[in-house]
């Protein structure tokens, strides 16, 4: 017996939009529940079934907070600027103005087939000049904090996407994209300071509950070590090397110290000539390479000795000097001392080029020296009046005796670096700034200085130019239209080339200046959108103050593990730069983040189109039906976990469904008006559980156990009353909402299921009853056990056997049999 989904699925959607079912009431009295997904790339792809793992799951999660009585908003968009959206636009030949508008017509079309209860009324679209509009306003506020500048930096390349790269889009020197390696070339970026940040976007962590692994990413990304800052005085020279370490209780274990390429570059000059055009020509190698291909390297330590000693500020000893890629610009100072008896790294570098160990922390129990370095914890040795501190102590005084000697101070040093802020793109937010070079001229040369200290300023075509901001009246900056929309060979953004566009009259001198021509990365109107939802057609400003303070913080956000060291990190930053200028509630945007795990071709394999593995969702939607998709997303396994996609389970699944609409048949042809007693225990268990799993993200076990509820019905035979029938229906509707509906309707009801209070279990029907079972050995009682009722046999038989007063009777016996009555008596007749 089967029902066809292609008639009633259709029927229910429009229904569902004619009654503007799912939309979220501003400053209702109802407690709120802000829902979030990530919104899509509208891309050539389409929507997948990646999306929909998250997008059914989430939208479960939805209704069924509705029918608790909470006013939801669950709302979507499309994130339409940047390369996804670009790319396929280059390779279609079409503008990518159109395609975009195309895109989104079908992932929309995708969206309300699946039957998802967004709130279509606060769609929004990053490329709508009412959306950037705000993106770009929301920059300007970020400059004149003194949050965005313009430098010039050395940058990742790809060649193939013809565009710059934030470090996080790097994977392996590879373009995260296209897997093209990845080239090093100096350009004048804009950069966002992040880094004014970090503490505060690691310490509010503290403040949220966010899945583990991201909390820790985050940490691990912004990589904030607490150390100090020693300055080694370099012999025979007036110079010195100041190094960051985290362990300045080795000390005194330092036997060498190793330069940056980088900063090896500041002491060329004291190299004596023999070695110089060799450690030239090292750093000039190792400046090629990005900074992850350096780590990747690791393995493979290379250096360089320069001939120069510096000397150990503690104890005097010479320490020969090197260069060595495996030290980065970006980390600490530049420069390490080497303790490679405490190091395992040092260790490794000091083997391979024969340089000395000097053991300064002993544990007797778990260190390992000299066969590798000991990194742990233990007492100080060789280290003249620290010896015999243990490690946090020696931290201290020796960062408080460097300080009396100023030989050093207590430090905090990040790995988070800058956010590269532009891209010489044609398809993102136009940066809404304006170089005048009359301005310029009209700086005293004090101001010149300033603004070419805090990179104010920006070098076009050899000539220095002052950074105007354009009036916040004048925004948006629209993006023109432009025939040749590719990225330039040059490197330089295609909307250079649209003369008309990029000379502009100085809003503040009136002369002849230019736009800013680079546009924002594709991160940039993802960094706010969940907050235009809450107000999408204000034009006063992003968002209404009293509707933010109503709907935030974001109560459940759910999305890509891969967004969590970009998007995640990117948006709260904005979030808090927002937060200080008083503009948005609270200091964090979301309560909760979750994350699903990728869907995997059938046979195990990433999707992909060589690999011809893509499961395409609209045929499963066409073929089976939207309950069916939606009710297989989150049943296909553990959502945390990456999935391969089994067409046999969605067939499962179809039968499923198939056997609630037979069950509905059968349970009103008996006309039953009193339950028995264990279906409606079961009813009453199959409430509290799919209530609490879909709010636990377990949305495969809430299939599963109302799966196992609809088997347990036909086995006894559909002895269950119609109202309890709809009290099913009721927990089936936030998983499969068509068939609930279609269902709840053909029982004559009027109003939509989705407007249904969730049904509430009884707590005493739930408790499981309990009997007594008499454990007897040769018919003679030996103990006696307390178990729920209807267990099986081979439960009994096991947890009876293990009784003391029972195993005592069976030394060398053997149980012969076992006579077993249920709920009632177990005799083992042993021989
Ligand atoms: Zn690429
Ligand atoms: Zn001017």
Known sequence: MTYDHQKIEPKWQKYWEKESLYRGIDFSKKEKRYILIEFPYPSGERLHVGHGRSYCCLDAVARLRRMQGYNVLFPIGWDAFGLPAENYAIKTGIHPSITTKENIANAKKQAKSWGLSFDWEREINTTDPDYYKWTQWIFLQLYKKGLAYKKEIPVNWCPKDKTNLADEEVVAGKCERCGTPVERRMQSQWLLKITAYSDRLIDDLKSVDYREDIKAQQINWIGRSVGAKIKFKILDHKSEITVFTTRPDTLYGATFLVLSPEKAQDYLDLIASDKRSGVADYVKKALNKSELQRQEELKDKTGVFTGLFAQNPFTGEKLPVWVADFVLSGYGTGAIMAVPAHDQRDFEFAKKYDLPLKEVVKNEKESRFPNEAFEGE?????????????????????TQFLEQKKMGEGAVDYKLRDWIFSRQHYWGEPIPI???????????????KEAREGYDFSKIDGKEHAVVTVSEEELPVGLPFVE????????????????????????ICDSQARRETDTMPNWAGSSWYFLRYLDPKNDKRFADRKKMDYWLPVDWYNGGMEHTTLHLLYSRFWYKVLADLKLVPGIEPYAKRTSHGVVLGPDGQKMSKSRENVVNPDEVVVEFGADTFRLYEAFMGPFEQTIAWDPKGVLGVRRFLDRVWKAQQEVVSRKLTVDSGELKRKLHQLIKKVEEDTLSLKFNTAIAEMMKF?????????????????????????????????????????????????????????AEETVTIVVQVNGKMRGKLELPAGIREASVTELAADLDSVKSHFYGKKVAKTIFIPDNLINFVIS
Request: aromatic share 10%; glycine share 6%; proline share 7%.
């Open 378 to 398: 233990g007492t100080l040795i060789n280290s003249g009046q620290f010896d015999g501190l243990q490690k946090e102590e020696a931290i201290d005084k020796i």
């Open 434 to 448: 304006i170089f005048c070079r009359n301005c310029w001229e009209e700086k005293s040369e004090k101001q010149k």
């Open 484 to 507: 040749n929309y590719k990225p330039t060979e040059t490197g330089a953004s295609p909307l250079a080339e649209i003369k008309k566009w990029v000379e502009v009259h100085c809003p």
């Open 710 to 766: 609809t088997n347990q019905l036909a086995i006894s035979n559909y002895q269950l009353s119609i109202e309890d029938w709809e009290v099913f229906l009721q927990v089936l509707a936030p998983y499969a909402p068509h068939l609930a509906e279609e269902l709840w309707h053909g029982l004559g009801e009027r109003d939509s299921i989705h407007r249904q209070p969730w049904p509430k279990h009884d707590p005493k029907l739930i």
